[in-house]
């Protein structure tokens, strides 16, 4: 399985931006679809963002045209862009690597939307 560091969370003000990234160990990375979770307090892990191997993308509704996805699988690297973000956006962001039976999980980095 491959191990996932995220980093680029913080304190952002409400129509602010911040990117996330997420580092993968391994060869592989290019096999795995890579996506984004958030976990709010006291809510369910929820998906935000998808990329496949192949970069075919999908986004949770909440987040269509403010969040954008990408990948370089030369660096190894999943990015979440958020703009325009909202206080609701505030949560625990969770990188996923996925490829069949395998399925890890970063650390998590926090997001707090506030002013």
């Known amino acids: 399985q491959v191990q996932l560091v995220e980093s680029g969370g913080g304190l952002v003000q409400p129509g602010g931006s911040l990117r996330l990234s997420c580092v993968a160990s391994?060869?592989?990375?290019?096999?795995?679809?890579m996506a984004w979770y958030r976990q709010a307090p006291e809510k369910q892990r929820e998906l935000v963002a998808a990329?496949?191997?192949?970069?075919?993308?999908n986004l949770a509704d909440s987040v269509k045209g403010r969040f954008t996805i990408s990948r370089d699988d030369a660096k190894n690297t999943v990015y979440l862009q958020m703009n325009s973000l909202k206080p609701e956006d505030t949560a625990v962001y969770y990188c996923n690597a996925n490829l069949l039976h395998l399925n890890s999980w970063g650390q998590g980095t926090q997001v707090t939307v506030s002013s």
């Open positions: 391994g060869s592989t990375f290019k096999l795995y679809t």
């Open positions: 990329i496949t191997s192949s970069g075919s993308t």
